[in-house]
């Protein structure tokens, strides 16, 4: 079992920028590839970004391609989200989840999942 708990939400203007991060604990961290998806108001949750095990890979939406960085601290098992030049597009509930498979970018890949932190952008 994986328990992962993000935080880093909140309310910020257009332009601005939020780092999101999730904790997790139990089974190695390491272990996991790790992703986030995000889910507005009457849409599906939909892949934002995710990381390898050991961080040398990562995946971007071309939505958030140029603006979102993910990366992770295996030390201190954390992932984090950095976003910049955020837009009214981008609010939703942002989860972080936990792959058994290395590259994972679908939903049902991930086997672990937190219970989300609002990201509500202004414009």
């Known amino acids: 079992q994986v328990q992962l708990v993000e935080s880093g939400g909140g309310l910020v203007q257009a332009g601005g920028s939020l780092r999101l991060a999730c904790a997790a604990s139990?089974?190695?961290?390491?272990?996991?590839?790790m992703g986030w998806f995000r889910q507005a108001p009457g849409k599906e949750r939909e892949f934002v970004a995710a990381?390898?095990?050991?961080?040398?890979?990562?995946y971007y939406a071309d939505s958030v391609k140029g603006r979102f960085t993910i990366s992770r601290d295996n030390a201190k098992n954390t992932v984090y989200l950095q976003m910049n030049s955020l837009n009214s597009q981008d609010t939703a509930v942002y989860y972080c989840?936990?792959?058994?498979?290395?590259?994972?970018?679908?939903?049902?890949?991930?086997?672990?999942w937190g219970q989300g932190t609002q990201v509500t952008v202004s414009s």
């Open positions: 989840a936990a792959s058994s498979r290395n590259g994972a970018s679908l939903l049902r890949e991930y086997e672990y």
């Open positions: 139990g089974r190695t961290f390491s272990s996991y590839a």
């Open positions: 990381i390898t095990r050991r961080g040398g890979g990562t």
